[in-house]
């Protein structure tokens, strides 16, 4: 089975702290993705990366970035938290670049609360 | 930003009772993805469909894309409390790294004993 694990379930940071949400997946997929979860909005896009060192925004970049220094893992960056990005974080992997269905695989999510 | 609608956002039944969710979106979508999320959990695929017109059966769930493939829908015949989650649907298209997928914002169900 694909397992992509996210390092920590619930964190509690202080606004402008530096916080690092790191994915690890185990199934050689070439895709990763950073989706943030929040009541009504459904999954919204940060970045996603195709490749190693290789990263492309998504739709709510602002205030994140990421790292993919090897292909199984890719961390989500805040450099320094605000209240606003108080939210659930969903980590997510898919085969590969050039076709399928895109089925995406996810980790279960790490809960960030910034007082 | 492709927009996709869901609805209703929320629902709460009985269980035995029928339901249907809608996925709406003035986009057309190469293939249309549902998936269902349970507490604690990340979503996982339900299904796939692709064709215009497609229906696809999953024991008591049943997936419809649109003719024109703006729009989908998910009926459950006599829910039951293991269907309780949020349903997402996800529309795919194609882009530079391959297949990227625009979310809805989710139907919670609760389905009571």
């Known amino acids: 089975d694909v397992k992509v694990t996210q390092s920590s379930r619930y964190l509690v940071k202080r606004t402008g702290e530096k916080v690092f949400l790191e994915c690890v997946q185990d199934?050689?997929?070439?895709?990763m993705f950073w989706y943030r979860q929040d009541p009504g909005l459904g999954l919204r896009l940060i970045y996603f990366?195709?490749?190693?060192?290789?990263?492309e925004k998504g739709d709510i970049p602002e205030g994140y970035s990421v790292s993919r220094e090897k292909k199984e893992r890719f961390s989500l960056i805040l450099e320094s938290a605000s209240t606003n990005q108080t939210s659930m974080y969903l980590c997510?992997?898919?085969?590969?670049?050039?076709?399928?269905?895109?089925?995406?695989?996810f980790g279960e999510g790490s809960r960030l609360t910034v007082l | 930003t492709q927009l996709l609608e869901q609805s209703p956002q929320f629902l709460s039944i009985q269980e035995g009772e029928n339901l249907t969710v809608y996925c709406n979106s003035s986009?057309?979508?190469?293939?249309l993805q549902w998936y269902r999320q349970e507490p604690g959990e990340g979503p996982v695929l339900l299904v796939t469909?692709?064709?215009?017109?497609e229906v696809k059966k999953l024991k008591r769930l049943t997936f419809q894309f649109g003719d024109a493939r703006k729009d989908s829908s998910l009926h459950i015949t006599a829910a039951q409390p293991g269907d309780t989650g949020l349903y997402l649907c996800?529309?795919?298209?194609?882009?530079?790294?391959?297949?990227?997928?625009?979310f809805g914002g989710g139907t919670r169900l609760m389905v009571k004993p």
């Open positions: 997510a992997s898919s085969l590969f670049r050039g076709g399928g269905t895109g089925e995406l695989f």
């Open positions: 199934m050689d997929h070439e895709n």
């Open positions: 990366s195709y490749d190693v060192k290789m990263k």
């Open positions: 986009s057309v979508f190469s293939s």
């Open positions: 469909v692709v064709t215009g017109g």
């Open positions: 996800a529309g795919c298209n194609r882009g530079n790294a391959g297949n990227m997928l625009t």
